[in-house]
């Protein structure tokens, strides 16, 4: 579910996923949509690169990148 956020195309839609995981999950895991929350300011910036910068930035398989 969380991949589903971090890959989504803009900030707004990954802003979407974001509360539509936490109304799924808030119950069981509310630390882990509370820290999106809290750090979205930082996270959303990332929306800003390139498909392939982004590629880049959240791999750590040095073949995918």
């Not at 930082?42 to 690169?49: G, H, K």
């Given at each position: 579910?969380?991949?589903?956020?971090?890959?989504?195309?803009?900030?707004e839609?990954?802003?979407?996923?974001?509360?539509?995981?936490?109304?799924?999950?808030?119950?069981?895991?509310?630390?882990?949509?509370?820290?999106w929350?809290?750090?979205?300011?930082?996270?959303?910036?990332?929306?800003?690169?390139?498909?392939?910068?982004?590629?880049?930035?959240?791999?750590?398989?040095?073949?995918?990148?």
């Amino acid at each position: 579910d969380l991949k589903n956020i971090y890959k989504s195309i803009t900030a707004e839609e990954a802003s979407i996923k974001q509360i539509r995981f936490a109304d799924k999950c808030d119950n069981k895991y509310p630390t882990i949509s509370r820290l999106w929350r809290n750090n979205w300011g930082n996270i959303a910036t990332l929306f800003a690169y390139s498909d392939e910068m982004m590629k880049v930035i959240y791999t750590t398989n040095a073949i995918e990148s």
